[in-house]
């Protein structure tokens, strides 16, 4: 896809969530659900706590690698949440986030992105004609304690993290990085549309 996040300068951080055994998409390092530590890429990111590997998943479906793996956040509303965190020097980074499932509309992505919360503009149970449904968010995150965290929102069902961007620290969010963004998730959302059945009805003999 080229990535959502241009900058003119600087280095651009893509990770993508996904099972282990899965395929890493061109441009992306990998976040396979382990607890966080320092990866064989350098950088130190992962979850405060193992994730079990059910909630990794590939779909199978979509065009796009990084939009056919996601990572489930918090499954059922009795499962403990998942915490992910990635380590970063103090300072203010554009950061963006793609959640959704190609094979599924039930999710509701609210997050707590560094910080600032975001909401699902279409949240499960919201009537559609596509089979699945994707979320992106772009937000300006300030990093105080050197640490990005990502966290479950309080409204949230089922969240599904597809994959995070992060720019170089200082630069920010354009209008050409939000209009990538929002055109991206429309035409992913929009090629899961399941085109419509046949209507059977009863034959009648008159």
């Known amino acids: 896809s080229g990535g959502i996040l241009q900058p003119a300068t600087g280095a651009v951080t893509r990770i993508n969530f996904q099972?282990?055994?899965?395929?890493?998409?061109?441009?992306?390092?990998?976040?396979?659900?382990?607890i966080a530590g320092v990866r064989t890429n350098g950088l130190t990111y992962g979850w405060t706590a193992a994730q079990p590997a059910v909630r990794q998943q590939v779909r199978n479906y979509q065009t796009l690698p990084e939009l056919d793996t996601c990572a489930k956040a918090q499954p059922l509303i009795s499962d403990t949440p998942g915490v992910w965190t990635i380590v970063l020097p103090n300072g203010s980074y554009p950061v963006v986030v793609i959640c959704g499932d190609p094979l599924s509309t039930e999710q509701t992505n609210d997050l707590i992105l560094g910080g600032v919360a975001v909401t699902d503009p279409d949240p499960a149970g919201t009537a559609g004609y596509t089979r699945g449904d994707f979320d992106g968010y772009a937000v300006q995150v300030t990093v105080t304690d050197g640490m990005l965290t990502i966290q479950v929102g309080s409204g949230a069902t089922d969240p599904k993290l597809c994959l995070i961007e992060i720019g170089p620290e200082s630069s920010v969010i354009d209008a050409a990085t939000l209009a990538r963004l929002n055109d991206l998730v429309a035409k992913a959302t929009e090629a899961t549309h399941e085109p419509q059945r046949p209507t059977t009805g009863t034959r009648r003999y008159v």
């Open 19 to 34: 099972p282990a055994t899965t395929a890493i998409p061109a441009g992306y390092y990998a976040d396979k659900g382990k």
